[in-house]
């Protein structure tokens, strides 16, 4: 086990980008394993997901400190505690200090339910259904000090459809993220990711020669 790549998943709620990580540490394809998930809330449903799997877990409630480098200084001292090299936050619903990001130098990624820089924040299916965009998707990208601002990694596309509800656009999405965030940290655990300012390349990754058009293409 010693080679695997340890990583310390961050959570605050429902934690599905967490089990399809587990899932594919169990079949074996990650090449990386958990040995920390935290959680800024106690309810969050992803801590009882980590512990059926027998993953150490803890609950650091932003609640309890006075300000957020007070929160991020106990953070850390609980993922390097557990010799995470890799953080990897899913669904974690706090903005990081760069007490803390200095600590990971490239070495944190989120995954962000819209195709960036397009609706950042929070809400974002329902932005882009308002906006009338006719695709979003989900992008996995390296933290730095903004939100969702950080280079890009990879980017899942799916269309958006007439008389979507933003529950059923998350839904499409959510499923996508729970394939790229897998393969992302793929790339971590196999050293294939070198990144040049904002852009990044994955060594040996092919390239997609396939257009879409929504509505499809006629005649
Ligand atoms: C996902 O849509 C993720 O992109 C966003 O928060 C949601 C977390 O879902 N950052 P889950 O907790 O992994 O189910």
């Known amino acids: 086990m010693a080679d695997l790549l340890k990583l310390g998943v961050l959570i605050s709620g ?20 958990i040995t920390m998930v935290a ?58 200090t ?5 600590a990971f130098p490239d070495r944190i990624i989120n995954i962000h339910p819209a195709l960036l820089p397009s609706f950042p924040g929070t809400h974002v299916q329902q932005k882009a259904l308002d906006y009338g965009v006719r695709f979003s998707g989900c992008t996995v990208h390296f933290v730095d000090e903004g939100v969702d601002t950080g280079p890009i990694i990879i980017q899942a596309v799916v269309p958006v459809f007439a008389g979507d509800t933003a529950q059923e656009l998350a839904a499409r999405i959510l499923k996508e993220e729970h ?4 393969q992302a940290i793929r790339y971590f655990a196999q050293g294939r990711i070198v990144r040049n300012g904002r852009r990044v390349e994955i060594r040996d990754a092919g390239n997609h020669d396939a257009a879409l058009s929504n509505p499809p293409p006629e005649g």
Request: charged share 25%; no cysteine; net charge positive.
């Open 14 to 33: 429902s934690g599905s980008n967490l089990q399809s990580i587990i899932d594919h540490i169990e079949k074996g394809a990650l090449g990386a394993r």
């Open 39 to 96: 959680s800024n809330r106690p309810d969050a449903y992803g801590l009882t997901r980590a512990q059926q799997y027998r993953i150490p877990t803890a609950v650091v409630s932003h609640r309890d400190f006075e300000n957020r480098e007070a929160f991020d200084r106990e953070l850390l001292r609980i993922l390097q505690g557990a010799g995470v090299e890799l953080v990897v936050l899913a669904g974690f619903m706090r903005i990081l």
């Open 98 to 102: 760069p007490f803390f990001l200095r």
């Open 179 to 182: 394939k790229i965030y897998p």
